[in-house]
């Protein structure tokens, strides 16, 4: 079983990976004057973290052969043990 660090680490650098296409195209549009938006590319980044933790809760579930819905509350709160 994981730990929460190692979990929230995986989930993290994938959030990470899918956002940072979308950060590099737009400071290829932008140029180097323009104002970068970084809360924007924050939150994309902590809401596909997010999104990812479900995910590989809910995977986890399914390769253990549990129901995912088997704790409804576990998709809110992902991050168990």
């Known amino acids: 079983m994981q730990t929460i ?5 995986f989930s993290a650098t994938i959030g990470a990976a899918l956002v940072l296409p979308f950060m590099l195209l737009e400071l290829a549009n932008r140029g180097i004057n323009g104002a970068f ?3 924007l590319f924050g939150l994309r980044c902590f809401l596909s973290t997010r999104v990812t933790l ?3 809760s809910i995977v986890r579930s399914v390769r ?3 129901s995912a819905m088997v704790s409804p509350l576990g998709l809110f709160c992902v991050l168990r043990a």
Do not use: F, V
């Open 64 to 66: 253990a052969r549990r």
């Open 37 to 39: 938006p970084i809360p």
């Open 54 to 56: 479900i995910l590989t």
């Open 5 to 9: 660090s190692a979990q929230l680490r």
